[in-house]
């Protein structure tokens, strides 16, 4: 006779079922974490440069960067109007209907174009003037739209702010260095000061149109190498 | 009546909108790789060009007089809307081609080329029939630009290049050669 003890069964316990995994609500303004934010600004500067990268924005790219401070103020009026447009275009993103977002965004970019517009033209006239036409021409520079159809329009104003900040910053580096460098060797100066001395023989070639199309090639060839130069060490050490 | 022919010649070839005055990048870098695209988007290019022409001479003349400040806003506007004409058009009567050119079509819309017509048209206080003038001269320019730099593109995809210059690189070279050679038009016209 062998009584065999059940052993005590336990109720099983009840779990209530995982919350579903709700799809992570549009970003909250004010809570960002701060990492994210730094990357955010970080990637337009390197990563996804706009000019040396996804090549957005050519024209004030090249017609602008023949001396290196329009290519400053170019840079620093685009990203005005990157971090406006991308601040506004993320705080009206739930009210904008989706057929006419495209023209919803320009025109919150020609607004801000046209702030800069008048702007520069009041506190820097004789840069204005050199710049001439190519200050409105920024409402059709792709970096803008692109950015508020793929960034702006889809988080909170915080990271928009940050974006535009970095895309910005990114895209006056760029330009910086490419009037830099035209600047260089098409006068010989830098920012206007005599830099290569007196027995200097400018390149004229720099600073006309094709100079620019010739610098920025220079500049895409010089990522690609470095781009390649690190494949092959990742390669060697693999 | 010279006058109106030097303003085309000037457009299409001295001051070439896309190779002198870089207006116009993204379609002369985006839609170059194939001639047959290229010379297409020229001509939808130069129809938007000459629509253009006329609405910001109409919208200089009676509406922007009074207020200024309101040009840019306003020419991109009309311009969005005749591009959104143009596709709908393009896209009742040539569907063939409105299926060739794909995204660039609406593209046209942040072509810098179309904002810096009007915008130049009006700096330059042209005329109605110098700005249609103009315009055509900026369109034939741009197409001789994108089917130039597409030959040369199609040429070079054969060819055996370094790994650095292979993507985006070499064709801004081209592109810089190209540029140089119409240079040599600088000059033209100020004796």
């Known amino acids: 006779m062998s009584t065999t003890v059940a052993p005590p069964r336990t109720a099983p316990v009840y779990e209530p079922p995982a919350p579903p995994a709700t799809p992570a609500p549009d970003f909250i303004p004010g809570s960002p974490p701060p990492a994210p934010l730094w990357a955010d600004t970080w990637r337009g500067i390197s990563k996804e440069n706009p000019v040396l990268v996804q090549m957005l924005g050519m024209c004030p790219t090249m017609a602008v960067t023949n001396v290196m401070a329009n290519g400053i103020a170019m840079g620093l009026a685009t990203t005005f109007v990157l971090v406006g447009s991308g601040l506004f275009v993320s705080l009206f993103r739930k009210y904008i209907a989706h057929e006419v977002r495209i023209t919803s965004y320009i025109l919150i970019i020609a607004t801000f174009v046209t702030l800069a517009d008048l702007l520069l033209a009041a506190s820097f006239p004789e840069i204005s003037k050199a710049l001439g036409p190519f200050i409105p021409l920024i409402v059709a520079n792709c970096l803008l739209l692109g950015r508020a159809e793929a960034f702006a329009a889809k988080v909170g104003p915080v990271r928009a702010l940050a974006d535009g900040l970095g895309m910005g910053l990114g895209f006056t580096l760029s330009l910086s260095a490419m009037s830099a460098i035209r600047e260089l060797l098409g006068r010989g100066s830098l920012l206007g000061f005599d830099v290569m001395g007196p027995h200097w023989e400018p390149w004229v070639f720099m600073v006309l149109p094709p100079g620019g199309f010739f610098t920025l090639g220079l500049l895409l060839m010089t990522v690609a190498w470095v781009a390649e130069l690190r494949r092959r060490r990742r390669e060697a050490v693999a | 009546m010279s006058n109106l022919a030097w303003i085309f010649v000037s457009t299409l070839v001295v001051n070439n909108f896309t190779l002198v005055m870089f207006l116009g990048l993204c379609s002369f870098f985006g839609v170059t790789a194939k001639i047959g695209t290229a010379w297409r988007l020229g001509l939808a290019n130069t129809f938007v060009l000459i629509i253009t022409a006329f609405s910001a001479w109409v919208l200089n003349t009676f509406v922007l007089v009074r207020t200024p400040y309101l040009r840019t ?119």
């Open chain 2, 73 to 191: 806003i306003a020419f991109i506007v009309v311009i969005a809307s005749a591009v959104q004409i143009v596709e709908m058009a393009v896209k009742k009567y040539f569907p063939v081609l409105f299926r060739q050119l794909g995204i660039y079509l609406p593209l046209i819309t942040t072509n810098c080329a179309i904002l810096g017509l009007a915008l130049f048209q009006t700096s330059r206080h042209y005329t109605l029939s110098e700005g249609l003038v103009f315009a055509l001269g900026a369109g034939f320019g741009l197409t001789l630009a994108l089917s130039l730099l597409a030959s040369i593109r199609e040429r070079m995809e054969v060819a055996d290049v370094p790994v650095v210059a292979r993507r985006m690189g070499l064709v801004l070279v081209a592109a810089s050669c190209l540029s140089l050679a119409f240079m040599g038009f600088a000059g033209m016209g100020s004796q």
